[in-house]
């Protein structure tokens, strides 16, 4: 079963606009991490944010957790047709190491 | 990232047939994990592996086995392919528990 669900299921912006997708999950975690996917290739990890952390960044990325409501945000700040992608998010839960994949939304960028 | 290889990168084969998937890595990590994608889907987890001698099921692993010949090498077998085992199929190492996972770029197995 799928942990995380993100919303939008598909989202399309102008370069150079901000690009926000949510991620929401149902139990406990130790961690949530984010991945990008280009077509048909092999996920790349971008960010992981422990249970404590409220918020990280990483370049043009920012996460946010809220764990009282059970749910991540990831913001491409800037973007750029190479964000161009699917993205993913993964939720740790605690005493299980096993990474658990949402569906994924699918970013477009339009030149 | 070439870190994690795996091979072949597509495969068609016939219902019934055995196949093999394999995965290398150099990135000298203890844990491998096997996943499925489906079109539009997020990944689901077959096989997971801790070290050689530990090898763990994971969320639909029946149709599959799976290989730790070495710390590097970890192999996924399809005993009898069947047609909804068409997918993506995806090798992945990390080196802690829960931690960021490092993937190879696929096979794309179709079953006729």
């Known amino acids: 079963s799928q942990q995380g669900e993100e919303d939008p299921q598909a989202l399309s912006i102008q370069e150079g606009e901000n690009a926000t997708m949510n991620c929401s999950y149902k139990t406990s975690i130790n961690n949530l991490q984010w991945y990008r996917q280009n077509s048909g290739r092999g996920l790349v990890h971008l960010i992981l944010i422990r249970s404590n952390e409220r918020e990280k960044h990483s370049g043009r990325l920012r996460v946010t957790l809220d764990t009282s409501k059970k749910s991540s945000s990831l913001l491409i700040t800037a973007s750029r047709a190479a964000d161009t992608a699917s993205y993913f998010c993964a939720t740790v839960f605690f005493g299980n190491e096993k990474l658990t994949f949402g569906t994924g939304t699918r970013l477009t960028i339009i030149p | 990232d070439a870190d994690v290889t795996q091979t072949p990168r597509n495969r068609i084969t016939k219902t019934g047939k055995r196949i093999m998937l394999e995965c290398s890595q150099t990135k000298g990590h203890d844990r491998m994990y096997w996943y499925r994608q489906d079109p539009g889907l997020g990944l689901q987890l077959i096989y997971y592996s801790f070290d050689v001698k530990d090898i763990n099921k994971g969320e639909i692993s029946d149709g599959y086995s799976v290989s730790r010949q070495a710390q590097a090498k970890f192999s996924l077998s399809l005993e009898s392919a069947i047609p909804n085992q068409t997918a993506l199929y995806f090798c992945?190492?990390?080196?802690?528990?829960?931690?960021?996972?490092?993937f190879g770029p696929g096979t794309r197995l179709t079953v006729l």
């Open positions: 992945a190492t990390s080196d802690q528990r829960g931690s960021t996972q490092y």
